[in-house]
């Protein structure tokens, strides 16, 4: 291939990239053109989205990007959520007196940094992503410097990120040594008749690099801590992208570099879904504070994420896709509507907080009402849709007690999604709540009702559009 | 004209009447608040007056189903609506207590109404899905969020308890469904459909039907609810208001019952086969301890409850005895169980909504006070007895006698449970309606008013006609349960 026709397939994140540079610019010489820079921001992956959906598919740079239906697809979804999180959170942080134009600049870049996860096609185009949107995301969580909580949520989520990129390229310098090269293609070749201890060793570190990305148990001490002390709607915005981004390079890795070690993994999939599940069902029910309720939610939810991925076949990366999609909308809109809540001044984050709220907020509460639900698999509402292909796969796929044992853990989780609903709609108010801000309570709203009853209809297109991006890794 | 699509969100219409009220209102606002009681009623007999149509025009001679609507899905999955004679007449019994329940909150319903009115509608709509969907993953749909009205419903307007009794119904339903729900998506991954009558004619392997029945059991066992697995109900129903315990008596215990006739015995046959003893074994205990339970009672709702359990199970009993009189007198018992128990329900509320108490001691000598009250109390009491000439008296009858070819033994022990029923049923209603007033708060109750009578008068016409014109029922769900009867036989080789 032609340098300039790999660059085509770059378009994506080359409008990305000089996008941020510009609105960088832009805010620096004009310190007062927050808001433009965030429109502009919005703009910009508007941009990106529509090129990734539209733009000639490949492999370039000798393999090391490709863009496909599943890039395409996990690109359109990455963007349009990071849009979504600018309004939110830039308007969140100008209320609190923090006017800063870096933030709308950080998401783009974060965003960048995903869209290269979504079509690495090696090892080292892998961790760019990886590092690139990962390096945006601790400045986030910081960003409200002034909270001390804040600070010490973008510290511990460094140190903790950088542990497990470090395991991440243990693991892809391993496997670079046994396999002879970092290009997932020559490594299937490599592995066509199962991986080699060595190669093993090393799939087993990337393994745990990812699973520390997408907060699976047992690497998901960081989440909590980041969850409760990170600002609201930065929160909400990388407990959904990122995830989905990491995801979609975890299928890609497994599947395309190891396809031939698919029961190898398998096993290895499969106990750190469960543990993810049984973490996140058990360990949410002590908790008081929804931001770390949802921290535990979001653990359980990528356990049921794993599992359709551990399945091994097209049928169960279609569902992970899938599921991913409706989970990001779920947490979106669960943390669009913390941002929007403040009760006498003072922001709205544990049960007690929410008492009553159905009478004095009943659209939020309602939006509240049907995320949860959503989050607990209840029909009709997504994430019931979300559960419901996961398990098929993994039926399919013969993981009968996978399926199972995630189906109970998901039983244990209703029980704090009822409490936090029992308390909206049970009890009676303690304070008188402010009004909600405009921005916040439409996103919420906007996203509650996709999540019923605007996805019994968005399936039918969504549906098969993972579809094809889950045979875009030649699974069988 | 698809009837079916609109008896089940025809609903959804006094739904979006009542949001407008609540969007351009005040929710406070007297005004408002009668509207929505208005709408409810309206939407409802609506309904009603829609199913009457369908019941009207139902064929009996057809075992088929009926009124079949179809449309195309995602993922192989269809839009599928249809009745035969086993679903036709739940739909109707869900469609003719709606508007009984709505007038019955008229007065005592008092803060959130409006809320509460789109609680019942939307219950509506949900429960009437579950009767006429023919595909599995949309019966699913309308099965499991049937549980978030009532969770509301019972959390929102209970009693002291209700945070408890909300949770406990939830949890214990919510826990079986997951089961059911992993064998329903096992059984589409074995035989590519998700259509409900083309999976009554596969044959599923006999090792794999025995996990499938145990998963479905372990939901409708919880729903029915079968000892010992009973024990959600005595507490949603003490701490639900009255409509609330109506509609969970008279149709959301029904979802168990049909979903074993609809799925477990055409299904899977072999495994059902294969459990009939325990099912026997449980119906019994449920119907002789049961009973035995509802007797030591203090509270007239939970004995109530209590005596809900015993009579279904005769239900579960006729429905595995597999034969055609055993299916027949199900389906009776859970219809004509659905009409008594919602009026005893209704009983208890009349007394509450003055007294603001359940306790049977409170009571006593209220006939002298309220000689109308008396008499229809002592009706639904003696069809919850099983007195012929009352509809209690056929389910019951034709239940045992269905069992006795099949299990001489099942039958006659749960023949002592109808013994037993009339203890506790009866001096219940001694201990409540007779005697001379000791309690001096009782001194000036008033008998029914006109909106009582009106909510009991239908009701004491359905008991009375079935009990002695059990045609009426009997005509339409023969075909149908005939039909089911020698499918199953003829695949258990019986």
């Known amino acids: 291939m032609t340098f300039s026709a790999d660059l085509g397939l770059a378009y994506p994140e080359l409008i990305l990239a000089i996008g941020a540079m510009v609105l960088l610019v832009l805010g620096a010489f004009a310190p007062k053109a927050g808001r433009l820079v965030g429109w502009g921001g919005v703009l910009v992956l508007a941009a990106a989205a529509f090129q990734a959906a539209t733009g000639p598919f490949g492999r370039g740079f000798a393999g090391g990007m490709i863009a496909d239906d599943a890039s395409a697809f996990a690109q359109v979804a990455i963007f349009a959520s990071s849009a979504i999180s600018i309004p939110l959170g830039q308007r969140w942080f100008e209320r609190r007196g923090v006017h800063n134009f870096e933030f709308p600049v950080l998401i783009v870049l974060a965003a ?150 698919i029961p190898q993994w398998q096993q290895v999939l499969v106990v750190l879904g469960l543990i993810s599940v049984g973490v996140g069902a058990f360990a949410g029910l002590a908790q008081k504070n929804l931001k770390r309720l949802w921290a535990y939610s979001s653990i359980a939810n990528v356990g049921y994420a794993i599992i359709g991925l551990s399945a091994g076949t097209a049928e169960g990366v279609q569902s992970m896709l899938i599921f991913m999609v409706l989970y990001m909308v779920d947490v979106t809109g669960f943390f669009a509507c913390l941002a929007a809540l403040k009760r006498q001044g003072r922001d709205m984050e544990t049960f007690d907080d929410m008492a009553g709220l159905f009478k004095e907020q009943p659209g939020i509460a309602l939006a509240m009402t049907a995320f949860s639900l959503s989050a607990l698999g209840l029909p009709p509402f997504s994430g019931f849709w979300a559960k419901l292909f996961v398990f098929k796969a993994a039926l399919n796929a013969g993981l009968p007690v996978a399926a199972a044992l995630g189906l109970v853990g998901s039983v244990v989780a209703a029980f704090y999604y009822l409490r936090l609903i029992k308390v909206m709609w049970f009890d009676g108010a303690t304070g008188v709540t402010d009004t909600p801000p405009v921005e916040a309570k439409t996103i919420a709203i906007g996203l509650a009702l996709f999540t019923f009853p605007i996805v019994l209809g968005a399936l039918i297109w969504i549906y098969p559009a993972a579809d094809r991006a889950a045979r875009a890794f030649g699974l069988a | ?376 109390f002592m009706l639904f009491t003696m069809g919850n007895v099983g007195l012929p000439g009352t509809s209690g008296f056929v389910g019951e009858i034709l239940t045992m006698t269905g069992t006795y070819g099949v299990s001489t033994w099942t039958a006659i022990v749960a023949a002592t449970g109808v013994i037993f029923s009339a203890v506790y049923a009866l001096s219940l209603y001694r201990r409540v309606v007779f005697g001379t007033i000791v309690n001096p708060k009782l001194a000036d109750i008033g008998d029914l008013d006109w909106r009582e009578v009106a909510i009991f008068a239908p009701l004491i016409a359905a008991t009375l006609v079935l009990g002695v014109q059990p045609g009426l029922i009997m005509n339409l769900t023969q075909a149908s349960a005939d039909h089911l009867v020698s499918a199953y036989q003829a695949a258990i080789g019986g």
């Not at chain 1, 290269?116 to 090696?122: C, I, K, R, T, V």
């Not at chain 2, 003490?238 to 019952?257: C, D, H, M, Y």
């Open chain 1, 112 to 261: 960048l940094g995903m869209g290269m996860m979504a079509s690495a096609g090696d090892l080292i185009s892998l961790y760019v992503g990886v590092e690139l949107h990962s390096l945006a995301l601790y400045v986030l969580a910081a960003m409200h410097r002034d909270n001390a909580k804040a600070s010490e949520a973008g510290l511990k989520y460094f140190v903790l990120g950088a542990l497990s990129s470090g395991l991440l390229l243990y693991g892809a310098s391993l496997v670079y040594g046994f396999a002879g090269s970092t290009l997932f293609s020559d490594i299937a070749v490599a592995v066509k008749h199962g991986a080699n201890t060595g190669v093993l060793f090393g799939l087993v570190f990337l393994i745990c690099g990812l699973a520390f990305k997408v907060s699976a148990a047992p690497f998901h001490m960081w989440t909590p801590d980041v969850y409760e002390g990170a600002p609201t709607p930065v929160v909400g915005f990388f407990a959904a992208a990122p995830k989905l981004a990491a995801m979609v390079l975890f299928a890609r890795l497994l599947a395309e570099g190891f396809g031939g070690a």
């Open chain 2, 1 to 376: 004209m698809p009837i079916l699509s609109l008896i089940t969100y025809a609903p959804l219409l006094g739904v979006a009447g009542i949001l407008a009220l609540r969007l351009f209102g005040k929710a406070d606002d007297p005004k408002s608040v009668e509207a929505s009681k208005w709408i409810a009623l309206v939407t409802t007999l609506a309904t009603l007056a829609l199913s009457v149509l369908l019941v009207v025009q139902f064929n009996p001679n057809d075992a088929g189903f009926q009124f079949n609507e179809t449309a195309p899905w995602f993922a192989g999955l269809n839009y599928r609506m249809g009745v035969d004679g086993i679903s036709v007449l739940f739909v109707l019994l869900n469609a003719f207590l709606m508007p009984i329940c709505i007038v019955a909150s008229w007065k005592a319903i008092e803060k959130r109404v409006l809320e509460y009115m789109i609680a019942f509608l939307i219950l509506e709509t949900l429960v009437t899905g579950v009767f006429v969907s023919l595909d599995i993953i949309q019966f699913y749909i309308f099965f499991e969020f049937g549980l978030v009205p009532m969770f509301l419903i019972i959390g929102i307007w209970g009693g002291q308890r209700r945070v408890y009794a909300a949770f406990k119904f939830f949890l214990y339903t919510l826990l079986g469904s997951v089961l059911m729900l992993a064998a329903i998506l096992a059984m589409i991954g074995i035989s590519h459909t998700s259509s409900i009558p083309e999976l009554m004619t596969y044959h599923f392997d006999p090792a794999v039907q025995t996990w499938l029945w145990l998963a479905f059991f372990a939901s409708f066992a919880v729903k029915m609810p079968m000892w010992p697995v009973h024990t959600w109900l005595p507490d949603a129903h003490v701490e639900a208001p009255t409509a609330g315990s109506v509609i969970l008596a008279g149709i959301l215990l029904k979802l168990g019952g049909y979903g074993f006739m609809r799925f477990s015995l055409p299904m899977f046959p072999q495994a059902s086969h294969l459990f009939t003893p325990l099912i026997f074994a449980l119906s019994v205990i449920a119907i002789v301890y049961t009973s035995l339970v509802a007797f030591r009672q203090v509270d007239i709702k939970k004995l109530i409850a209590y005596s809900s359990v015993a009579h279904m199970g005769f239900v579960t009993m006729g429905i595995f005895s597999g034969t055609p009189t055993g299916e027949q007198g199900a389906l009776f018992q859970m219809l004509s169980h659905g009409v008594i128990s919602g009026a005893l329900f209704l009983c208890v509320g009349v007394v509450y909504d003055r007294m603001h108490t359940r306790e049977i001691a409170f009571y006593g000598g209220i006939v002298t006070r309220m000689p109308w009250y008396a008499a229809t």
